[in-house]
């Protein structure tokens, strides 16, 4: 068993993924799917976090990045995830993490964007699921305001609905999808 197919059973195993194709389920944009993603649900498992790194660390090789970061809270798991697992891989990747808030703190410095960022660092904009693509794009957006180029984002799951990869990618940011809903479907236990 590769490691995206033990990714994909561990969405079973921990419950993590939902497939109702009569009654669905209602996402965040307000329309309905047969398919419900729980990444952190996912990543409160050592495992499926390990599983998570060591697919980003592969499929970020020969990207050059300086931060990892997205929208709080889903991103910051799967940020330091992936930064942890570079850490402690050959060849070592130090990649610094930053989280992007819905809001900026209207209090101390007012900060967007909290962790250890600078003008000109290449950042990965991580998101747990894609659908629209609507909370990737705001935080690259945020990220760009900040002076980061970005020019990479990964998500663990595509469901390859609401055109959200298209949206990024026209937004000059190239996607990773560690899986899709098609993985998650295949390995489903009445699948197999």
């Known amino acids: 068993m590769t490691i995206r197919d033990s990714l994909a059973r561990a969405f079973h195993d921990t419950q993590s993924f939902k497939w109702d194709p009569t009654k669905g389920?209602?996402?965040?944009?307000?329309?309905?799917?047969?398919?419900?993603?729980?990444?952190r649900s996912l990543m409160a498992y050592p495992e499926s976090r390990r599983f998570v790194g060591r697919l980003a660390h592969d499929a970020l090789a020969g990207?050059?990045?300086?931060?990892?970061?997205?929208?709080?809270?889903?991103?910051?798991?799967?940020?330091?995830?992936?930064?942890?697992?570079?850490?402690?891989?050959?060849?070592?990747r130090e990649w610094?993490?930053?989280?992007?808030r819905k809001q900026a703190k209207d209090h101390g410095l007012g900060k967007l964007i909290e962790g250890v960022t600078k003008p000109g660092d290449h950042a990965l904009i991580v998101d747990d699921v894609l659908t629209s693509g609507g909370s990737?794009?705001?935080?690259?957006?945020?990220?760009?305001?900040?002076?980061?180029?970005?020019?990479?984002?990964?998500?663990i799951v595509d469901r390859k609905e609401q055109d959200g990869r298209a949206r990024v990618e026209q937004e000059g940011v190239s996607l990773i999808s560690l899986l899709t809903i098609d993985d998650l479907t295949r390995a489903h236990p009445t699948r197999s």
């Open 25 to 39: 389920f209602t996402l965040a944009s307000g329309q309905t799917s047969p398919f419900y993603v729980d990444c």
């Open 63 to 92: 990207v050059t990045i300086d931060c990892i970061g997205g929208l709080e809270i889903g991103a910051i798991s799967i940020a330091t995830t992936i930064s942890d697992y570079g850490y402690g891989a050959t060849p070592r």
């Open 96 to 100: 610094r993490t930053f989280v992007v």
């Open 136 to 155: 990737l794009l705001k935080a690259v957006a945020a990220a760009r305001q900040a002076g980061l180029v970005v020019s990479q984002a990964l998500v």
